[in-house]
């Protein structure tokens, strides 16, 4: 299983980001993925959820009505789309399918003006 993130960089306040995640190694259309963050040193967040034919969308309340959560089932991709970024979203991001204890390496998110 491999999981590499990508998209990330330094954006100011108000500014959108688009992450993407793309695996190999399952069967990406049969599972659950993931958006996960973590800021050095404190413990790793759940950003959001999408089930595995997309049906099934969840998102922490610190991002609802900013980020959206996607995927592409054809590409093994899974994506999100981050706007009306704030300096708290400052992160490495994550994305991780809930069954399975693998992590890819992230990527660095940084708002800031």
């Known amino acids: 299983v491999q999981l590499v993130e990508s998209g990330g960089g330094l954006v100011q306040p108000g500014g959108s980001l688009r992450l993407s995640c793309a695996t190999s190694g399952f069967s990406f259309s049969r599972y659950n993925m993931r958006w996960y963050r973590q800021v050095l040193g404190q413990e790793r967040e759940m950003v959001a959820h999408?089930?595995?034919?997309?049906?099934?969308?969840n998102y922490a309340d610190f991002v609802k009505g900013r980020f959206t959560i996607s995927r592409d089932n054809g590409n093994n991709t899974v994506y999100l789309q981050m706007n009306n970024l704030k300096p708290e979203d400052t992160a490495v991001y994550y994305c991780n399918v809930p069954t399975m204890k693998t992590w890819g390496q992230g990527t660095q998110v940084t708002v800031s003006s």
């Open positions: 999408i089930g595995a034919i997309g049906g099934i969308i």
